[in-house]
């Protein structure tokens, strides 16, 4: 039963193995990668309609400046009786039914309307609003597909490392329990090698089982296949792509051109107009008028009569007291509009805290990069002092296995390690559009060092 169970388990892991061999050789670069989310990504999209449902603002801010035309009219049944109170026969009533009709054409030309003016300033800035949070969303998907391209590689280079030392410590298991059986070893040095051996699968089945879930991930971010990664490796960091002396230049490009930022400032001006909207009401307005009216009322002393009118004019409305609703319409508005504006400074401020500590932890991953290398580059050199002692019968697979494993363990630490800075990358990066060049250069130096 233990055999059988050791059978099952031994070949899940081989066909884990070859589903990892089975990509193609195409490649995916992280660009395409990214133009792919823009397109498919479900949020973009909602953001995108929030967006073209603002623009139409403006066109219905213009609308209420442009001339207003209407025609209206009226079809009934008049039945009409009228009494006449007389001094010998006393009243006297008669009955009358017929059409009484009207039609009326009007057009309005607003002449004087400061409200409406300033509506469109308002919608300017909703449009821009929009704008902004659709390009906020833009920089998320990016983010997004950027992170889940750079985790599936590191989930295929980490399967790919604890893989190699599967075999040794398989071959270490196996020695000891020969020398075991040979009366070479003891009892517990074999049990330790099969623990080993044990842990060393019980490693490389959840390194597998992370990359398949780092592949799932990637598929429904992107709507791609994974398969296509397969000859890209996962990127090694040689320079800071966010060069230490443009920090400043760097924050000073965000101040100016994040989306987030950029939208907060447009909520202020939007609160801004509606404040000076509110004072509006007190303001005349003066609009042309002309209309066109016919009617027909045939009652019993108009009987056969039509009408006709056409009048041209102005119309004026100057609010004289309206109980005090404007004056609180503009306390509203105010403190409406201040809190715009602390949320905008509280924006800029929370920024301002993240960048700096992007910033930081980006230095310090640097270094903590280096000597991740630097215990590596030793393990690799342990690693083949102690194959040439196997090679040479000074030293057993037991510990050649150990040394793989210590090879794969540190390695596994240089990659976590970078993905923490390219992430910390991201976080600077994700203040800014994506057509920025320190976005463009990001994402072509990933692309170069992958390939």
């Given at each position: 039963m233990q055999r059988k169970w050791m059978y099952s388990k031994s070949l899940t892991l081989a066909l884990g193995a070859m589903a990892l061999m089975s990509f193609n050789a195409q490649s995916q670069s992280l660009k395409e990668v990214v133009q792919a989310t823009k397109e498919f990504d479900p949020e973009l999209r909602s953001s995108d309609k929030n967006r073209q449902a603002a623009q139409e603002n403006l066109n219905l801010a213009k609308s209420r400046l442009l001339p207003q035309v209407n025609l209206q009219g009226s079809r009934q049944q008049l039945t009409q009786t009228t009494t006449q109170d007389t001094l010998l026969l006393g009243p006297q009533s008669k009955t009358f039914t017929g059409p009484s009709v009207s039609d009326q054409l009007v057009i309005r030309q607003g002449l004087i309307r400061p409200k409406d003016v300033m509506g469109l300033d308002l919608a300017r800035a909703q449009t821009q609003h929009g704008e902004n949070k659709y390009l906020s969303e833009v920089t998320d998907a990016a983010v997004r597909a950027t992170t889940a391209w750079l985790e599936l590689l590191a989930a295929q280079k980490q399967v790919e490392l604890n893989?190699?030392?599967l075999h040794s410590s398989e071959e270490a298991a196996k020695q000891e329990k020969s020398r075991f059986t040979r009366g070479d070893s003891t009892k517990d040095a074999m049990i330790e090698a099969q623990a080993q051996h044990e842990n060393a699968k019980a490693i490389y089945a959840e390194s597998f089982q992370g990359f398949l879930a780092k592949q799932q991930a990637f598929t429904l971010i992107t709507k791609l296949s994974p398969e296509p990664l397969k000859s890209r490796q996962f990127p090694t960091l040689k320079l800071d792509h966010l060069k230490m002396e443009n920090r400043d230049k760097i924050w000073q490009l965000i101040v100016e051109t994040s989306p987030d930022l950029m939208a907060a400032k447009m909520m202020e001006k939007v609160q801004?107009?509606?404040?000076?909207?509110a004072g509006a009401d007190h303001l005349p307005t003066l609009d042309f008028v002309a209309s066109l009216n016919k009617a027909q009322n045939d009652a019993?002393?108009?009987q056969g009569y039509r009408y006709q009118n056409t009048q041209v004019g102005v119309q004026y409305n100057i609010p004289i007291f309206s109980g005090g609703g404007v004056n609180a319409a503009q306390r509203q508005a105010l403190s409406i509009y201040e809190a715009a504006s602390a949320d905008r400074e509280s924006m800029q401020q929370r920024m301002e805290i993240e960048f700096v500590n992007a910033w930081a932890t980006q230095v310090g991953l640097i270094e903590r990069i280096?000597?991740?290398e630097s215990l590596r580059d030793?393990?690799?050199e342990q690693r083949k002092a102690t194959e040439r002692a196997v090679f040479h019968g000074l030293k057993t697979?037991?510990?050649k296995s150990n040394s793989e494993m210590n090879v794969a363990r540190r390695s596994v630490d240089v990659i976590n390690?970078?993905?923490?800075?390219y992430k910390s990358q991201l976080r600077v990066l994700r203040m800014l559009p994506t057509d920025e060049l320190p976005w463009q250069i990001f994402l072509t130096e990933l692309d170069a060092k992958s390939s």
């Open positions: 893989q190699v030392f801004s107009v509606r404040l000076r909207q019993t002393a108009t280096k000597a991740a030793s393990a690799i697979w037991a510990e390690a970078q993905l923490s800075y």
